[in-house]
Each structure stands twice: as C-alpha cells, then as structure tokens.
C-alpha cells in the first residue's frame, strides 16, 4: 500500500473560497457492514463509503462539479470510526483464538487449524486503519474538517449540556443518568457551523440519524440535513441554480470523451486545446434526448455545431457541422 503523507490529503482540488457546496458525511457514512455480530459485522481489511456517498460522487463527478462541490469529513468522525475498527480488531482476535481452543478441545489431533493476523499488535493495526483512512481520503479527493476546540467552544459545550440543548440528550446506565450523552455529535456540529461561516459555503450533512435536524434551526439558513443521496443532489442542484439544461451543459464542457465524438462524428479534427464555446442546450421530448449547440473553434475558424446526445446511454447519436458555408474567421 501506497504511503499517503496526511498533508497529501488536506489539498483541496481548488481554493476552498472558491467552493459553493460541501458536503459533509457522518461516521455512518463509512465503511461496509453486514448481519453477523459473531465476527465483528464491520468490514476492516479495507474502507468503503455508503451507497449515497458514491452516488453523489457519481454525480459531480459527470456533470463536472468536482471543483464547486467539496467532500468533507468530521476530523472526530474519523476518529471514532478509527476506534470502531481497532475494538473490533481486539475482542475478535481474541475471540478467534478462544473459539479455536474449545475446537481443539472438542476435536484433539482430529482438527489442524492454522492462523495468523499480518498484523501482531494493536499499535500495529491501529497503524493500518490510519493508513487505510488516508489512502481513502486521497484517493476519493476528501477533506479532513478539523475542530479547533477553544475557552469559547468550551463554554458553548457546557451551556449546552445544562440546558440540555440538542445535540446533548439524557442517557441512561443501569441506574445512573447522564446528561452529557451526544458530545460527539456535539463537536461535529460546531465544526460544521464554523466552517460554514468562515466559507459562506452551503453545507449538507448526510446522516442516517434522525436528531440532527433540531440542531441546525437556529440562524443555520445555510446549512442542511439530509438522508440520502437524491436530498443531497436536489440541494446542490437548487444552491448552485442548475437545472437539467445546465446540467448537460456542464456535463459536456467538462466530458472530454463526448466533446471528441462529438466533434470527430462531424468529420473534424478533435484537438485537446482547441475551444468549445456558446454552448446551448435544448431537450427533445419525443426521443428523450438533447440538442448540443456550440461552436468549435479551431485553425482560426468557428465551426457551428449540432449534437444529438443520449443521456441513458451517455452517447451522441449524430453530430453535424449546421452552417457549413458560414465559417466565421475568429
């Protein structure tokens, strides 16, 4: 596994000033589960994220928003699930190692069983998990959203948990009652609001909680909750004005693959360098396609250009130089 330098994976793609959404992604948004408590249902050899985040992933990534849309992760929601692993790591290793004794006590010479973790220690898998979490952070072009804790943050923390104000809820241990119940969600909460007025960004978080929207109603018009992948995705849309329209349009500024069909289908030349501007966009109802319009220039000539894309099969169906005779000299 490539080494990843934690400095690697706070570079955002583009300044964050010039950033218009993040999204933020809470501890259950990382990381495969499945139904079988006996071995730790967490997968921990490798870290995977949440449909919903690969599919708003997939999103920005086609309709080429990547560099308005920023991915974040609470830096304490990294650590909690960097906790989540190593526990899973210390009772199941030695819950294996019981469950092979008693089978050899059961079966004697009759059972051969040979194993062993590549990783010997805790310090040592602990280590791992980090670089897993770096290596997903690099590869997935996600931020780390640090919480700077202050005198300020503190008191803000403690007036909370005396009033009981969301996210602080009362708690329940035998028969000892706790009302400071929900500081982690505390902390990610302050970290959002800060980062949201110090960027003027919209944000989202995408959570499977359901406490978090009493916590953003107070001066948070920013700011949004969300459970899925399509919540998320209609508030992008919404915060950065786009509709289907801009959305193809965008698409194809930023699809080197269809602007080359489109222009090579045309009988031009594709050159990487060369412009596509004027770009218009109309729907064709009857096929469910859409109608690309731009002008392609190239050799100090424009050349006005109609394409006929399939959004279904991501493919362009026909494409045409519309004025041949009117080549404009630029």
């Known amino acids: 596994m490539k080494d990843v330098r934690e400095d690697d994976i706070m570079k955002p793609l583009v300044p964050l000033s010039e950033l218009c959404v993040?999204?933020?992604?809470?501890?259950?948004?990382?990381?495969?589960?499945?139904?079988?408590?006996?071995?730790?249902?967490?997968?921990?050899?490798?870290i995977r994220a949440s449909k919903d985040f690969y599919a708003i992933q997939k999103f920005t990534h086609k309709y080429g928003l990547s560099s308005r849309v920023s991915f974040l992760f609470p830096e304490i929601s990294l650590k909690e699930y960097k906790r989540q692993s190593v526990e899973i790591f210390i009772e199941h290793t030695k819950s294996l190692e019981d469950?092979?004794?008693?089978y050899k006590k059961v079966f004697g010479e009759n059972l051969s069983v040979d194993f062993s973790f590549a990783h010997k220690s805790t310090a040592d898998f602990e280590a791992f998990i980090e670089r897993l979490i770096q290596q997903f952070m690099l590869e997935n072009q996600c931020l780390i959203a640090h919480h700077n804790a202050n005198e300020e943050t503190f008191k803000r923390f403690v007036d909370k948990v005396i009033n009981r104000e969301p996210p602080f809820t009362d708690a329940h241990k035998g028969s000892k009652k706790y009302k400071d119940a929900g500081f982690k969600d505390a902390v990610?909460?302050?970290?959002?609001?800060?980062?949201?007025?110090?960027?003027?960004?919209?944000?989202?978080?995408?959570?499977?909680?359901?406490?978090?929207?009493?916590?953003?109603?107070?001066?948070?018009?920013?700011?949004?909750?969300?459970?899925?992948?399509?919540?998320?995705?209609?508030?992008?849309?919404?915060?950065?004005?786009?509709?289907?329209?801009?959305?193809?349009?965008?698409?194809?500024?930023?699809?080197?693959?269809?602007?080359?069909?489109?222009?090579?289908?045309?009988?031009?030349?594709?050159?990487?360098?060369?412009?596509?501007?004027?770009?218009?966009?109309?729907?064709?109802?009857?096929d469910e396609t859409y109608m690309i319009r731009f002008d392609y220039i190239m050799d100090n000539k424009t050349y006005k250009i109609e394409t006929v894309y399939e959004e279904s099969s991501n493919s362009v169906i026909s494409s045409i130089i519309s004025d041949d005779d009117d080549l404009q000299n630029t």
């Open 188 to 286: 990610i909460e302050d970290t959002i609001k800060l980062f949201s007025e110090s960027t003027n960004n919209i944000c989202i978080l995408l959570s499977e909680d359901n406490d978090w929207g009493r916590c953003f109603k107070k001066d948070c018009n920013n700011i949004y909750v969300c459970k899925n992948a399509d919540q998320v995705i209609d508030i992008i849309c919404k915060s950065l004005s786009l509709g289907k329209l801009d959305l193809i349009a965008s698409m194809f500024l930023n699809n080197s693959y269809i602007k080359e069909t489109s222009i090579t289908m045309a009988n031009l030349k594709y050159e990487e360098l060369s412009l596509c501007e004027n770009i218009e966009v109309d729907e064709n109802t009857d």
């Open 99 to 102: 469950k092979v004794e008693k």
């Open 22 to 46: 993040s999204v933020f992604f809470d501890t259950n948004q990382l990381g495969e589960r499945f139904n079988d408590d006996g071995c730790g249902n967490m997968i921990v050899h490798r």
